[in-house]
């Protein structure tokens, strides 16, 4: 008696209205062996359903903007590329790859990982989308009844990465004199005091040095022109389209990293400094982007801290192969656990002397 399988979901099981929808999304894919694949790894356990509706709705909105590029494109591209469902086939292999090489990941880096898998199966995709975003982009400040206003702002999500890099930049921490500061409005004084220093610049001949840094790993292949060649992403794994490289790289600094065929960072500054440099941290698991605690974790890299995987204290060395990402609450758990098997093995010791 329902007028689609989502409101049937919804009455049948009390669900919300999205994740009915991603329900459905993976029933229909299934019932139409669109993705034989999710639907092995689902049998056998390797996928939980909300990964497999992940896997299934970032194929199925992909594929449908394939269709779309394909239906406007003249036969010499559709020769080069594949058809909606060789598109479809090798997305879905991908992501159970991904899921197969790292067991631990969850949905939110099962959707990371599909935008990162379309960006190269469609180079031109980020860049797409980027034009029509713009287009549509704008800002409306909207006065209040009460004095106040309102301002709402649209537009691509690669400008969305410079915007919260600036806020990141401005906005007060924590600290004993903020404590009782929500975050939107330490945002909102961020933003206050961005605009304040445009001002006060707006005459300047020569501007000040900037204080905001949005790190961009772009593969030389990608920004030589190569459109095959793996896309540029944030520290987070945000694809970066082309023309926002272009854009930025006159006013940004570039950093050359040396990788050998696995993509390994070679550099190494020793073991005389406990604090790593700042080439070697961005160079430290430069294609991890959360967290890589053992048991799995979604927060991301720039919330993520650099830590020794072999203490500094038991000689371990400050380069790239001994640095790995950990959150600030996985960072501490680690350092506990290890005190607590060293006070293991010392008791045991003492008891051994004793005896």
Known sequence: GQRSIQAWITHK????????????????????????????????????LGEACAIATSTEKAVTDWAKVLDSADEAFKSDHPDVEGFRARLE????????????????????????????????????????????????????????????????????????????????????????????????????????????????????????TLNITVPLKRYLGDASAEPAVTEDGVVIPDQMIS???????????LTDAEGKTLLDVGQKHRCAPDPVRQAAGYKEFHCEWHEGCDMPR????????????????????????????????????QVKANQQIWDHHHTQNRQ
């Open 13 to 48: 099981w009390g669900t919300t209205p999205a994740e009915a929808t991603n329900l459905a999304t993976l029933a229909r894919a299934v019932h139409r062996q669109q993705l034989p694949l999710v639907d092995e790894a689902f049998g056998d356990s390797t996928l939980s």
């Open 247 to 257: 854009r930025l790289t006159p006013k940004s600094w570039l950093r050359r990293f």
């Open 93 to 212: 292999f991908g992501l159970i790859a991904y899921k197969k090489e790292y067991p631990k990941a969850s949905v939110r880096q099962l959707r990371d990982a599909a935008k990162w898998f379309v960006a190269q199966l469609d180079p031109d995709k980020s860049d797409r989308d980027y034009d029509e975003t713009f287009d549509n982009r704008g800002a409306q400040f909207s006065p209040t009844f009460e004095g106040g206003f309102l301002l709402r702002m649209w537009g691509p999500g690669a400008d969305n990465q410079l915007i919260q890099a600036a806020l990141d930049a401005y906005t007060e921490p924590y600290g004993p004199d903020s404590a009782a500061v929500p975050k939107h409005q330490r945002t909102y004084d961020a933003m206050m005091r961005i605009f304040e220093t445009a001002l006060a610049h707006r005459t300047c001949a020569k501007a000040p040095k900037p204080v905001v």
């Open 302 to 337: 720039s919330w993520s801290q650099f830590d020794h995987i072999i203490a500094f204290s038991h000689g371990g060395a400050t380069s790239s192969d001994n640095m790995q990402l950990l959150c600030s609450t996985h960072n501490r758990l680690k350092h506990r656990l």
